[in-house]
């Protein structure tokens, strides 16, 4: 049974935008804390995003530095990850994932996992 399913990505020139979704079953999207990892070629995965415990309360790693944004649609059962000013460097495969323990930048938290949707920038 499929849990997270990730769209939206695609190829974008450097400076450009994406946004990534995360269609999520309603027990996952209800009951765990939602997050962004991405692993680039030759890589290990590294965190991007994530929600907190408490509601509103979100996370990003320092090379986002105010570039993305995740936000949520209760009525979809959807998360999203907005990026903009995109660079060469954020060419990766995006996963969302959800985790009900743990630390919010560690993958291990994370139970359910996406199949990922590549993203590829342009110089």
């Given at each position: ?53 408490s ?27 907005q ?41």
């Amino acid at each position: 049974q499929v849990q997270l399913v990730e769209s939206g990505g695609g190829l974008v020139q450097a400076g450009g935008s994406l946004r990534l979704s995360c269609a999520a079953s309603e027990s996952i999207f209800n009951n765990y804390a939602m997050a962004w990892f991405r692993q680039a070629p030759g890589k290990e995965r590294e965190f991007v995003s994530a929600f907190g415990w408490s509601l509103g309360r979100t996370y990003y790693a320092d090379f986002v530095e105010g570039r993305f944004t995740i936000s949520r649609d209760n009525a979809k059962n959807t998360v999203y990850l907005q990026m903009n000013s995109l660079k060469v460097e954020d060419t990766a495969i995006y996963s969302c994932a959800a985790r009900n323990w743990g630390d919010y930048s560690t993958d291990t938290s994370y139970t359910y996992w996406g199949q990922g949707t590549q993203v590829t920038v342009s110089s």
